[in-house]
């Protein structure tokens, strides 16, 4: 069974910056797609940046620029760097796993495994 805990999310002020970390558990799968994805209430959940086991990465175009995903394998961590927040980035951020495909998909849909999620608040 796949785990994964999220930590490092929290409140800072527009323009900060803050780094998430997924740590992940209880799978051996040499190819897989791993991802950050985000709900803010009353929305959808969005997908923020996936990344591949070849470390390919696919970035939503709010976030492009601003937004740097990475993994340690050796740890099993996955990250999520945050720069120039905005007010508008404020939201539960999710880990997630795709176990079942080779390739990436940023939509969560396709993904397996989940997170608890880690609270992004940023104000203005």
């Known amino acids: 069974q796949v785990q994964l805990v999220e930590s490092g999310g929290g409140s800072v002020q527009s323009g900060g910056s803050l780094r998430l970390s997924c740590v992940a558990s209880?799978?051996?799968?040499?190819?897989?797609?791993m991802g950050w994805f985000r709900q803010a209430p009353g929305k959808e959940r969005e997908g923020v940046a996936v990344i591949d086991s070849d470390g390919r990465t696919l970035y939503a175009n709010s976030v492009k620029g601003r937004f740097t995903i990475s993994q340690d394998n050796a740890k099993n961590t996955l990250y999520l760097q945050m720069n120039s927040l905005k007010p508008e980035d404020t939201a539960m951020y999710y880990c997630?796993?795709?176990?079942?495909?080779?390739?990436?998909?940023?939509?969560?849909?396709?993904?397996?495994?989940w997170g608890q999620g880690t609270q992004v608040t940023v104000s203005s």
């Open positions: 209880g799978y051996t799968y040499s190819r897989f797609c």
């Open positions: 997630a796993a795709d176990v079942s495909r080779g390739y990436c998909l940023i939509h969560p849909t396709v993904f397996d495994y």
